[in-house]
């Protein structure tokens, strides 16, 4: 191969290599037609049409009018080497105020899943579907893209995504111990490909 065959490999491997890291990667992500059924961890959208895309100076803004705030990060697995002996407890951190629903960004959710998603969404909308949303989880997660994708498929008209998730929030804010949302929790829990 000629040098100058070499050197453009070269560089061509590392402008490849820079397309891959992350936080402010150029990777362009398109939207999918649906739901994405991947993994919930990766590069998501920039953009998810029919909902707004917000970074934490906006969350911060809009939260004097009481949003619903629907965090759907998934939660943690008691790993499998876990001293019998001991006691599980983990702790979920979220944006105050928040309706945690662990792994309802997933797609396929089980029908009575769905079903249950939707009617708390109901309640707590008040039956509204012009009421505020915000969907959430972890930075690179498509489970809260999901979640507005959802949400804007059964029409609700103000739905914001925010993909900096906890971790944006709490850069700059407190955050508080939550607990799964009692009815969410009563089904048996969401196992995701992670």
Known sequence: MPVLGRAAAGALALVVLAAAT????PVNVPEPDGLWTGPQRGYT???????????????AAMMPDKPVLLD?????????NF???RPWLPTHRSIP????????GVAPLAPEREA?????VEELTGGDRSKAIVTFCRPECWGSWNTGRRLVLRGYSNVHWFPEGVEGWQDEHDTAVVKPDPAWAALPPVEPER
Do not use: H, N, Q, Y
Request: charged fraction near 25%.
């Open 97 to 104: 105020g928040a309706v945690w629903m662990p792994g309802a």
């Open 72 to 80: 759907v990060v998934l939660a943690d697995r008691k790993p499998a």
């Open 116 to 120: 249950l998603f939707f009617r708390r």
């Open 22 to 25: 992350p936080a402010d990667s």
């Open 45 to 59: 959208p920039a953009t998810l049409e029919g909902a707004t895309v917000i970074d934490g100076k906006r969350l």
């Open 83 to 85: 001293p019998t002996d």
